[in-house]
């Protein structure tokens, strides 16, 4: 029952900007971190940036200084701010959670969203 929605994928020109948005729901009891992974075609996806409940963040260095994550206040919500694009960037987005849920037996679960196309392109 426990789900990861994305949105705010699309087409943008380099030097661009676009901001993803995560949610997860269901029954959730602690929210352990997030963060957003990429993949583009047969390559080994990818971490992009990484955010614990602590408020810790890890970035690729492909992105530092461009691109943001963040949480909501909420607690399970992500965002990543995505600045000064490139054609490189381009990928899958995929949203990562780990959870500790009311069906597990106490340690985090893996949850993965279904993906958010980011095309950079004149």
């Known amino acids: 029952q426990v789900q990861l929605v994305e949105s705010g994928g699309g087409l943008v020109q380099p030097g661009g900007s676009l901001r993803l948005s995560c949610t997860a729901s269901?029954?959730?009891?602690?929210?352990?971190?997030m963060g957003w992974y990429r993949q583009v075609l047969e390559k080994e996806r990818e971490l992009v940036a990484r955010i614990t409940n602590g408020g810790n963040t890890n970035y690729a260095d492909s992105v530092k200084g461009r691109f943001t994550i963040s949480r909501g206040n909420a607690g399970n919500t992500v965002f990543l701010q995505m600045n000064l694009l490139k054609p490189e960037d381009t990928a899958v987005y995929y949203c990562?959670?780990?959870?500790?849920?009311?069906?597990?037996?106490?340690?985090?679960?893996?949850?993965w969203g279904q993906g958010t196309q980011v095309t950079v392109s004149s």
């Open positions: 269901g029954n959730i009891i602690q929210n352990v971190a």
């Open positions: 990562n959670a780990h959870l500790v849920t009311v069906y597990g037996l106490g340690s985090p679960e893996e949850h």
